[in-house]
């Protein structure tokens, strides 16, 4: 059964290994280069950043080309991977279940969270390793009441250098990063092509056939899987005369800096322990995005600014266009949440002895889902109906709601479901 799978981040890469595991023959098709981690020293950049000279946050894309950054509203920047492993090579490596919405539409992952957690076997960054400015932060969420925990990760302790720098890839291979499932469908036979941005979906008698690339080339297949995330899905599916919804959500993050001279927190895995709210997290993270571009964050050193961030389960109304480009803001509700979670942020901070002056880092996400979210009647097939035959979609698209929380696990286990449906339904012809 020729299968084309579109990216290979977190939902791709998770199907690709499933079908190919069961005898389909598998292509994937993947938009960007193969990753190569940012391997730079980044204190040469220290002293052109406190006079303004790095510019804004699209230079960062200069340097490291595989993080894709654009503004989707004068106040956001979204963020995703354009490369092989996709988002999950810039990811801090945290794995937990997220399930906002899934319940009203009557979908259970547990099967998959067990079956992909008892794979990857996240762990804790052992809290006597932290920065003391990460303990002491924990204690003060602790005694406000907040129960914070120490975050599940898919980092390998003994390969980690607490180097801080997880967002601009993992040189030393001690992230997770969905590549490993990527390889081991390569290693069973997948045939894997980098630099291939796939434009639209072929349809013939209104079922879809193939996938048209930029540059013109056709490939046909029995089967067509998208899983190029909140945004690739959604302008592939446009550009195709489908639709897609607009829905997106991004999850916001919003870090609030203060000043602990020597803190260091940069020396440490990001994210080292997290609390939940009702819809949103608090999370100790020193933001490079706003460190290094955000004229706001100039005056103080790398060493001595200290983060906790703020992620919110936004509203979800975001569009995607056929060129790519999102429309996406803060909207009044969810900067009145941000201001509420961002006060909480602040007396964690000043009870671990962190002053001022607070500042706000720049809003960005990179969580992008709910493009073409599941309804209660799509969960059987796992598939929209109307979705054309001979296509699904497997990645964060699929999630009506946004998480306020990491999603990778959620965007594997929603792949895992699709793929063996897909296998259900083409089992008698493998
Ligand atoms: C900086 C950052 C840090 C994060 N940290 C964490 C974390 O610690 N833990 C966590 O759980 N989540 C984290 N996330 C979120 C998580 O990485 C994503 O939610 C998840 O990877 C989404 O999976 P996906 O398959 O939907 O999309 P992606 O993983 O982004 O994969 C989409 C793939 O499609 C490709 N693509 C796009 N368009 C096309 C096209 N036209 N043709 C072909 N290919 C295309 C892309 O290059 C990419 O490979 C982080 C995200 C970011 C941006």
Redesign the pocket.
């Known amino acids: 059964m020729k299968t084309i799978v ?7 890469a998770t199907v690709a290994r499933e079908l190919q595991s069961r005898g389909f023959d598998v292509l994937i ?4 280069p193969p990753f190569k981690p940012f391997t730079r020293h980044i204190s040469w950049a220290e002293p052109l950043r406190r006079f303004g000279l790095l510019g804004g946050e699209g230079t960062f894309k200069h340097f490291f080309p595989s993080m894709d950054i654009q503004r989707s509203s004068r106040e956001l920047i979204l ?10 090579v ?7 279940r997220a399930d906002q919405g899934l319940e009203e539409i009557g979908l259970d992952l547990t099967p998959e969270y067990d079956e992909l957690e008892g794979e990857l076997n996240p762990t804790i960054i052992p809290p006597g390793t932290w920065r003391p400015v990460t303990q002491d932060m924990f204690q003060s969420a602790e005694n406000l009441g907040l129960n914070p925990k120490p975050t599940p990760k898919v980092v390998n302790k003994d390969k980690c250098n607490y180097c801080g720098l997880c ?1 601009l890839g993992c040189s030393r291979g001690a992230r997770w990063d ?1 590549r490993k499932f990527l390889n081991e469908a390569v290693r069973n036979g997948a045939i894997l092509k980098s630099r ?3 434009e639209k979906v072929i349809i013939e008698k209104g079922r879809v056939t193939g996938v048209v690339t930029r540059d013109s080339k056709q490939y046909h297949a029995d089967v067509v899987v998208l ?4 945004i ?1 899905t959604a ?2 599916l446009k550009n195709s005369g489908l639709k897609a919804e607009d829905h997106l959500w991004v999850d916001i993050v919003l870090t609030l800096g203060g000043v602990l001279p020597g803190a260091r927190q940069l020396e440490e895995p990001p ?1 080292a322990w997290y609390t939940q709210q009702e819809d949103y997290i608090l999370s100790p993270y020193p933001d490079i995005l706003s460190h290094y571009f955000h004229k706001p964050w100039r005056k103080v050193p790398i060493q001595d600014r200290v983060g906790l961030m703020v992620k919110l389960a936004d509203v979800e109304e975001g569009a995607v266009y056929e060129d790519g480009r999102v429309d996406k803001s803060l909207t009044d509700h969810d900067q009145q949440r941000l201001d509420r979670a961002i006060s909480q942020a602040q007396e964690v901070m000043e009870g671990a002895g962190i002053s001022g002056p607070f500042v706000r880092g720049v809003p960005n996400g ?4 709910g493009t073409v979210p599941l309804k209660k009647e799509d969960v059987p097939d796992m598939k929209p109906s109307w979705l054309p035959d001979g296509l699904w979609v497997a ?3 699929l999630a009506p709601h946004s998480q306020g929380l ?4 959620l ?1 594997a286990a929603l792949a895992l479901r699709v793929a063996r449906n897909i296998h259900r339904n083409f089992d008698d012809r493998i």
Request: with cysteine.
């Open positions: 579109v990216g290979s981040g977190a939902g791709g098709l993947e938009a960007g963020v995703r991977g354009l490369t092989t492993g996709g988002s999950t810039l990811s801090c490596g945290n794995l937990v967002e969905s291939s941005p796939v899983s190029a995330g909140g690739g302008q592939i994210m990179g969580h992008l889902g990645d964060l698209s990491p999603t990778i696990l965007t």
